[in-house]
């Protein structure tokens, strides 16, 4: 499959749906019947999950559920084999990443992705590829994350692992994004850092920009989310409240 999305109305009404947090059932990224595979090996078999607009996703499940691959789908990484991908009601299917980032869809990986041999301001100037200035990136960066504005001169690769978090997420936020992706926030931080993330996650959420994030630590997560989804070997088993799930929680887990 094979799309292409240039700079059509589609943009702004993306932009516009992420400006208007009162239209909290509309959807801003829905992924119907998603099969992908790797090789001849199918590994999401008929994923439906929707994000609407300005609310937290969380899609939670144990290691190799599916979650990283349901989110390579969503960011144009990976190509489902079927299935639709819309954003804003369109359907993208096959878009490639950067077409989709004009849309607003940002992803921060598992790992942090930074350039750990530039500085933080250096890898703050990465954004500015997306067509803002190097001025507001600094505003929104050293705004959220004032640990930034003090070590804007040091190696990304030699901040802790929680201020290279904190430096993907300023850049990803930079762009202003309708969307934004998550994969495994909490990964190798300390809780304390987590639950910083994590209390900004909710903020940006608040704003009207859209959050879909993976977790495999669930507890991490429930606390902030507004819609939660369990995948277990590749399939959704169940959507609902965080309090609706969470006591399916140890059987998806441990394989009940």
């Known amino acids: 499959m094979s799309a292409s ?7 702004s009404d993306v932009h516009h749906a ?3 947090p009162e239209h909290s059932d509309e959807a801003l990224l829905e992924l119907r019947g998603i099969k992908a595979a790797y090789g001849s090996i199918e590994v999401l078999h008929g994923v439906d999950l929707t994000v609407p607009v300005g609310k937290v996703v969380a899609l939670l499940g144990p290691n190799g559920a599916g979650k990283t691959t349901t989110l390579h789908v969503a960011c144009g990484l990976m190509q489902p084999t079927t299935g ?13 990443p950067e077409d989709l980032a004009r849309l607003g869809v940002t992803t921060i ?3 942090k992705g930074v350039f750990p041999n530039l500085t933080v301001r250096e890898n703050l100037l990465m954004a500015t590829y997306a067509g803002v200035s190097m001025k507001h990136v600094e505003e929104v960066a050293y705004q959220q994350f004032p640990r930034l504005k003090e070590r804007r001169g ?6 802790s692992g929680g201020e290279q978090q904190m430096l993907a997420m300023a850049r990803g936020l930079a762009v202003n994004p309708a969307i934004l992706l998550l994969d495994e926030l909490s990964m190798g931080l300390a809780p304390l850092i987590v639950e910083e993330l994590y209390g900004l996650v909710v903020d940006i ?3 009207g920009t859209s959050i879909l994030v993976v977790e495999q630590f669930a507890r991490t997560v429930l606390g902030v989310a507004d819609i939660a989804a369990i995948m277990v070997n590749g399939s ?3 959507v609902g409240s965080p309090d609706d799930v969470e006591h399916e929680l140890s059987a998806a887990y441990l394989g009940g």
């Open 5 to 11: 999305v240039g700079p059509t109305s589609t943009e």
């Open 18 to 20: 992420a400006s208007e």
């Open 84 to 96: 639709s991908v819309l954003i804003a009601g369109r359907d993208v299917t096959g878009a490639k």
């Open 109 to 111: 990986p598992e790992g």
């Open 154 to 159: 040091q190696l990304a690769g030699t901040l």
């Open 205 to 207: 959420a608040r704003s």
């Open 236 to 238: 959704i088993r169940r």
